[in-house]
C-alpha cells in the first residue's frame, strides 16, 4: 500500500505543479476518495473508518483555512470580513458528500441543482467575505426550500412578493425558519456586526437541517401497502403455480419409489429454503455462486447415497465420481465475486498471450467433441427415421456452422489476426457472424422438422421418443454453438466441460428413482451455478459486452440488447433448454412403469417442468422484493442490493423464454403426436 500511496503522491506533485505554472487562470484541484478502509485493507462495511474518506481542495495562490485559528473566530470586526478558519462550535473537516455538489457549483459560479440536498462548506465559498458567505447560504436555502414546495405541490414561482410567501409561512415551519433568516440577513446589511453575522448564518444552517430532514422524510414516502401487495401477490402466484403442477400431473409419481417424501429430499428443500435467507447480507449477494457450487455438491451427494440401492445401470459410482471432477473444473474456470477474486483461476492462465495455443486447442477441441456428439444423436435416434438426404443434410449444415465458429474463435486470438487478415480481407468478420447466424437457424428448423415428421408417422412410443430425442438435441447442440460464439474465447473449453458434466449428471438421475420436482430442482440449480461459472456476479461490472456486436456493423438498442441478455443468462439457458431432456427421459420412465399414453404423460410432464421453474423464479424475485423494503436503509442499497434485483428481473425473462420454448414443444405434441397406443 506505501509504494502506490507514493505513486499517488507524485502524480499530485506533477499536476499541482503545471497548475501553477499557469498563471493565467484560476484552478481548483479537488482530490477525494470515493470509501475508506479497514486496518487489514476491507471496506464496504459501516464502521466509522470504512466509511471516511480524504477530501482536499487545492488551489493556487489561495489562502488555505486554518483550523486553529479560535482566536480570530472570536474578534469582532465590523469591515465585513469573515475571519478564515475554524468557528467555535463547528468542525469543517468533516462534511457529507452531498456537500459537495452546492459546493462545487458556487466556486464556479454555477446555479445549484434543483435536486440538491446537501449544505455549502463555508470554508471554501466564502473567500474571506462575511457578505459571501451569507449569500452562499442563502442561495443554498432557497434551493431546498424551492425543491421541498415542489414536491407539496405550491412552486416558489407562484409568489410575486416576499408578503406572499410570509402568508403561505404561517403554515410551514420551514417557510417560517426561512423568512427569518432572511430578516437577520437584512439586519447584517444594515449593520455589519460579528453578532449580527452570527445570528443569520445560524438561522440559515437550522433552516437548511429542518428542509433537509422534510425533503429525506419525504422521500422515503413511497407508499408501502402497494409495495406489500404486490409482493403478496407474486407469493400467492408462485404458490399457486407449485400446486399445479403437482395436480395437473398426479400420475407422475406413480410407481416410482420417491413418491413418498425422503431424507435427502427434505435436506434439499431445507438447503433451497435456506437460499431465500442469505437475500438478506450483502456478503451472501455478493458471493451467492458459493451458494450454488455448494448446494449443486451437496444435493447430488444427498440423493446419490439415499438412493444408492434403487440406482440402475453399471458404473454409478464413476459417474458420480466424473461428475464432480468436471463441476470442480468448470469452478475453477472462472473467479468471481468479491472476497476470494484474488485468487488465480484458469482463466488468468488462459488469457496470457503465451497460452494461444492452448486456447486454440481447447476451441477446437470443443467444437470437434461438440459435432462428434450431435453426428452420434442422429447416429442413433435418425438413422433409422429419416432419410439418408435429410440425415446428411443436417448434419452437414451443423458441421458447417461449428466449424465457421471455430473459425470466428481463431480470429478473435491475437497471435491469429495476421494468418486470416487476407481472407478476413474479402470477407469480412461481420458477414461470417450473419452466415453463422443463418446456418445455426437453417439446422433449428431443419432438426425440428425431422423431428416432427418422425412423431407424425411414428407407430410406437420407441419412435416417438426417438424424433422428440432429435427435436431436444437439435435445440441444445444449436445453442451450444451459439453461446460458446458469443461468449469469450477462453470459455470455449468450459462450454465443453458444462456440457460434458450434464451429460454425466443426466445419466445419473436417469438411474436414480427420484421425483420430477427434484429433477426440476436440480436443473434450476445448475442453471443459477452456469451463470456464476461464466464469470457472472451480482455486480453489473461483470456484464459481458464483448459479444454483443457479434455479426452487427452498429449500434441497435434490440439488437445489442438482445445479444447481451442471451450472452449473460447463456449458463441459465443452456440447462434450461437441457431440461428438455430431462423430462423426456422422466417421461419414458413413467411410460414404462404405467403404459400411460406416451404423449400425453409427455405433455403433463412439460407443463410440471415449466411450472416447477417458473414458481422458483416467481419466488426469488417475491422473497427480494419484500427484503429490498426492509434494506432500503442499508449502506449498500445501491451498490449490492438493488443490481442483485436487476439480475432478479432478468431472471424473469429466462423463465418467460422458458415458457415459450415449452409452449412451442407443447404445441407441436398436441399437433403432431401420434395416437395413445
Request: proline share 3%; with cysteine.
Amino acid at each position: 500500500m506505501g509504494p502506490k500511496q507514493a505513486e499517488m503522491d507524485d502524480v499530485i506533485k506533477l499536476i499541482y505543479g503545471m497548475l501553477l505554472e499557469d498563471k493565467e487562470r484560476r484552478s481548483l484541484l479537488v482530490l477525494c476518495g470515493d470509501h475508506g478502509m479497514t486496518e487489514i485493507g476491507n471496506h464496504g462495511g459501516t464502521s466509522m473508518f470504512e466509511i471516511m474518506s480524504a477530501l482536499v481542495f487545492v488551489s493556487p495562490g489561495q489562502e488555505t483555512p486554518r483550523s486553529n485559528n479560535h482566536k480570530d473566530s472570536d474578534k469582532s470586526s465590523d469591515d465585513g470580513e469573515w475571519p478564515r478558519g475554524r468557528r467555535r462550535g463547528q468542525n469543517p473537516d468533516v462534511v457529507n458528500q452531498v456537500d459537495l455538489v452546492p459546493s462545487l457549483s458556487l466556486l464556479f459560479g454555477l446555479p445549484i441543482p434543483k435536486n440538491n440536498r446537501g449544505t455549502v462548506i463555508l470554508d471554501l465559498v466564502g473567500g474571506g467575505s462575511r457578505a459571501k458567505v451569507l449569500r452562499a447560504l442563502q442561495l443554498n436555502a432557497f434551493q431546498e426550500l424551492s425543491l421541498l414546495t415542489v414536491a407539496q405541490g405550491i412552486p416558489l414561482g407562484d409568489f410575486e412578493t416576499i408578503e406572499d410567501l410570509a402568508q403561505w409561512g404561517e403554515t410551514s415551519l420551514s417557510v417560517a425558519a426561512y423568512l427569518a433568516a432572511v430578516r437577520l440577513h437584512e439586519a447584517y446589511y444594515v449593520s455589519p456586526t460579528e453578532e449580527n453575522f452570527a445570528k443569520a448564518e445560524q438561522m440559515y444552517l437550522e433552516v437548511l437541517r429542518s428542509l433537509q430532514g422534510e425533503l429525506g422524510a419525504g422521500g422515503e414516502d413511497f407508499r408501502l401497502p402497494p409495495v406489500l401487495l404486490n409482493v403478496g401477490v407474486q407469493l400467492v402466484l408462485a404458490l399457486w403455480l407449485d400446486l399445479t403442477a403437482h395436480s395437473l400431473t398426479p400420475q407422475l409419481h406413480r410407481g416410482l419409489v420417491a413418491s413418498k417424501a425422503t431424507f435427502s429430499s427434505w435436506m434439499v428443500m431445507l438447503m433451497f429454503g435456506a437460499y431465500f435467507a442469505t437475500y438478506g447480507a450483502s456478503s451472501f449477494v455478493e458471493e451467492e455462486h458459493q451458494y450454488w457450487y455448494f448446494f449443486v455438491s451437496s444435493a447430488i451427494s444427498l440423493v446419490f447415497f439415499d438412493f444408492k440401492k434403487n440406482i440402475r445401470g453399471r458404473g454409478r459410482h464413476a459417474r458420480v465420481i466424473f461428475f464432480f471432477i468436471f463441476f470442480r473444473l468448470a469452478r475453477g474456470w472462472n473467479q468471481t465475486g468479491v472476497k476470494w477474486a484474488h485468487i488465480t483461476s484458469l482463466r488468468e492462465w488462459l488469457v496470457h498471450p503465451n497460452q494461444q495455443f492452448m486456447v486454440l486447442l481447447l476451441s477446437l477441441g470443443s467444437f470437434l467433441y461438440i459435432c462428434d456428439s450431435y453426428r452420434r444423436l442422429l447416429a442413433q435416434h435418425g438413422r433409422p427415421n429419416m432419410k439418408k438426404s435429410s440425415h446428411s443434410l443436417l448434419l452437414s449444415l451443423f458441421t458447417l456452422a461449428g466449424f465457421m465458429a471455430f473459425f470466428y474463435k481463431v480470429n478473435q486470438l491475437l497471435a491469429f489476426r495476421v494468418a486470416t487478415e487476407e481472407f478476413l480481407g474479402t470477407f469480412p468478420e461481420i458477414a461470417l457472424a450473419r452466415l453463422i447466424y443463418l446456418t445455426l437457424l437453417a439446422t433449428l428448423a431443419l432438426g425440428s422438422w425431422q423431428a416432427v415428421r418422425i412423431v407424425s408417422r411414428a407407430k410406437e412410443p420407441l419412435t416417438t421418443r426417438s424424433g422428440w430425442e432429435i427435436f431436444c438435441g437439435t435445440w441444445l447442440h444449436t445453442f451450444l454453438v451459439l453461446f460458446i460464439l458469443l461468449t469469450r474465447v477462453h470459455n470455449a473449453g468450459l462450454w465443453t466441460t458444462l456440457f460434458i458434466t450434464f451429460r454425466l449428471l443426466r445419466d445419473l438421475i436417469n438411474g436414480l428413482e427420484i421425483s420430477f420436482w427434484l429433477k426440476c430442482l436440480f436443473m434450476f440449480a445448475l442453471g443459477q451455478a452456469g451463470f456464476f461459472l461464466l464469470g457472472n456476479s451480482n455486480g453489473i461490472a461483470t456484464v459481458d459486452l464483448s459479444g454483443a456486436y457479434v455479426g452487427l456493423s452498429g449500434y441497435n438498442l434490440v439488437l445489442v440488447g438482445a445479444l447481451t441478455f442471451t450472452i449473460t443468462t447463456s449458463g441459465a439457458l443452456f440447462f434450461h433448454i437441457a431440461m428438455l431432456l430431462i423430462t423426456l427421459d422422466h417421461t419414458w420412465k413413467v411410460y414404462d412403469l404405467t403404459k400411460v399414453s406416451f404423449s400425453s404423460l409427455l405433455l403433463s410432464h412439460l407443463v410440471a417442468s415449466v411450472t416447477y421453474t417458473t414458481s422458483f423464479y416467481l419466488t426469488g424475485v417475491a422473497v427480494y422484493s419484500g427484503v429490498l423494503i426492509f434494506m432500503r436503509h442499508h449502506l449498500f442499497i445501491w451498490s449490492v442490493f438493488s443490481p442483485k434485483f436487476l439480475y432478479q428481473l432478468t431472471w424473469t425473462g429466462v423463465a418467460a423464454i422458458n415458457f415459450l420454448l415449452s409452449l412451442l414443444w407443447a404445441s407441436l405434441i398436441v399437433l403432431k403426436s401420434s395416437p395413445p397406443l
